[in-house]
């Protein structure tokens, strides 16, 4: 079995309805499993986390972060992705 390569996937904004599935959408359509969520909403403050598999994606991973940038434009919210070793390396001490 091969060794899951995961990234971070991060939404932030105002809330509205459909944010969860809209990007959970586009996460299956480009051939990407969710392995954890957590999200939160706070005074209308949408705040999510996803750890996601990007093993074996149907496209390259910067057509994945442009797909997820329009996605957040047209939600009116701020996605990011990030490659999980970057993640890490920005966040040790």
Same mark, same amino acid.
Do not use: W
């Given at each position: @079995?091969?060794?899951?390569?995961?990234?971070?996937?991060?939404?932030?904004?105002?809330?509205?309805?459909?944010?969860?599935?809209?990007?959970?959408?586009?996460?299956?359509?480009?051939?990407? %499993?969710?392995?954890?969520?957590?999200?939160?909403?706070?005074?209308?403050?949408? %705040? @999510?986390?996803?750890?996601?598999? =990007?093993?074996?994606?149907?496209?390259?991973?910067?057509?994945?972060?442009?797909?997820?940038?329009?996605?957040?434009?047209?939600?009116?919210?701020?996605?990011? =992705?990030?490659? %999980?070793? =970057?993640?890490?390396? @920005?966040?040790?001490?």
């Amino acid at each position: @079995m091969a060794v899951a390569s995961k990234a971070v996937v991060t939404v932030l904004g105002f809330d509205r309805k459909g944010i969860i599935a809209k990007v959970s959408g586009v996460l299956y359509e480009r051939g990407i %499993n969710i392995l954890d969520i957590s999200q939160t909403i706070l005074d209308g403050f949408f %705040n @999510m986390l996803m750890v996601v598999d =990007i093993s074996d994606p149907t496209c390259t991973f910067d057509v994945l972060q442009s797909d997820l940038q329009a996605l957040g434009e047209e939600l009116g919210v701020q996605i990011r =992705i990030q490659k %999980n070793e =970057i993640f890490e390396a @920005m966040h040790q001490i």
